[in-house]
């Protein structure tokens, strides 16, 4: 197996960042700059057209960090940051702006590309995650966390119905097409955020991919306002989602 | 106008509990033992069949006190707690065991009664809010919340509709039916709460009734789990709601 390779160092207002690899894969890993020794772990999925330290990302990860004392990491998907693209990559990518130019709905193509981008991310995810548990900060048997919105969502909740070492996951934003069928397979707790208005994914198609998780608890946030304007308040809850199942008293480390 | 009458007072916990009438209307303020002179206030209206002093009621008042420093009244509904009932108040509950009894749908007994309440139970609630205004601990200019599920939304829409004064509100777990129309001119703050598995109320019916509102900001909980089963960290986020909207910074606080 490979090993987590740190290249680089910094810490502010308490959390340290270490980029990292896992053989090809680049990632990011914030954790307390002081605690205790060991600690629960939330990866992070980031949206499609971003990458890992994409300010969505570091922001939930100072507040998961901050707060509850967590470890959080963040790998970029096949395609996106540090790492190359592939002919299909820009051809799909391609396909995308002109849906966008025609003025065509973006749902087709998005739901496409990101299956197929989660088949190449699910076994790099197992892998990073692996490497992560070998970290003695980590380790083997800590509660895992999954939190990942839009293509963090498409890549997330295969990953989820593939690997038992995440027990909660906050999902969101996405169609159910290629999701709803694996959805079925998940039980962990889950929170999905949905936009009510939202101008991409049709209102009905955001509550069926919610219908569609076999989860015992399970919650709906859904909010007023476009695709994009999902509230920062929902970042807040997902902390406190993860600080219920994963074991950490927000109130009284806030 | 009718003022405030206490009638008792307790203290437990940080909360002071006093018991008061305003005119006919028995009703209890819970305040902070100890705080700044003047706090916002929060409306409580509680659910068919229940009074004043439920445990949900005082467990919610408990938390917004202590947590916001809020003051926190509730009253009893016509025909509820320490009210008679009238001759039509006893023929619609018992339509409504009848109903029950006979496996009956009970949503036509519920929505015509509650609509009927409601119209008791608005006067009464804006002349209860003159005269808590009226208390120097509260005043006239301080903002004003609302908080009722089930019953207490029924009477809670058509009263924040009517009265400005009430400027962000967490509704939840009722029928469109009566309601749906009077939503539509609420433009304030809403944090709604359904129940996905709901026996009573069909998804689509809470849906319709969310959606409803006109509130620029408007955000749906829905839980996994039957219409009794709202899980209690909704009583959390309603006061982390009140607490954006009201002004209390929860995390300095808690």
């Not at 960042?17 to 890993?29: H, K, M, S």
């Not at 999954?146 to 295969?158: D, E, K, R, S």
């Not at 608890?217 to 406190?240: C, I, M, W, Y």
Request: glycine share 10%; charged share 20%.
């Amino acid at each position: 197996m490979n090993y987590v390779q740190f290249t680089a160092e910094t810490t502010s207002n308490g959390v340290v960042e270490r980029d990292f690899t896992v053989g090809e894969i680049p990632g990011v890993l914030w954790s307390p700059a002081s605690g205790p020794d060991r600690a629960p772990l939330v990866l992070m999925g980031h949206g499609g057209g971003t990458h890992k330290k994409w300010p969505a990302m570091t922001g939930r990860a100072h507040l998961l960090v901050t707060r509850c004392g967590f470890h959080v990491a963040c790998i970029d998907a096949p395609g996106h940051g540090d790492r190359p693209r592939t002919a299909h990559d820009e051809q799909e990518i391609a396909a995308l702006f002109e849906a966008r130019e025609a003025g065509e709905p973006e749902g087709p193509v998005v739901v496409r590309y990101n299956a197929h981008l989660a088949e190449r991310a699910v076994p790099e995810w197992q892998a990073t995650l692996d490497a992560l548990q070998e970290l003695p900060e980590i380790g083997a048997d800590g509660p895992v966390g999954y939190f990942g919105l839009n293509m963090g969502t498409a890549i997330g909740v295969p990953l989820a119905a593939a690997d038992s070492r995440i027990t909660a996951a906050v999902f969101g934003l996405h169609w159910p097409d290629a999701l709803a069928e694996t959805a079925k397979q998940i039980t962990i707790p889950v929170e999905f955020d949905m936009q009510w208005d939202d101008e991409h994914i049709p209102r009905e198609s955001a509550l069926a991919l919610f219908d569609a998780f076999a989860s015992h608890e399970k919650t709906l946030h859904a909010n007023a306002g476009r695709h994009k304007q999902t509230p920062r308040f929902e970042a807040d809850s997902a902390v406190r989602f993860f600080a219920r199942h994963l074991g950490c008293d927000v109130t009284s480390t806030a």
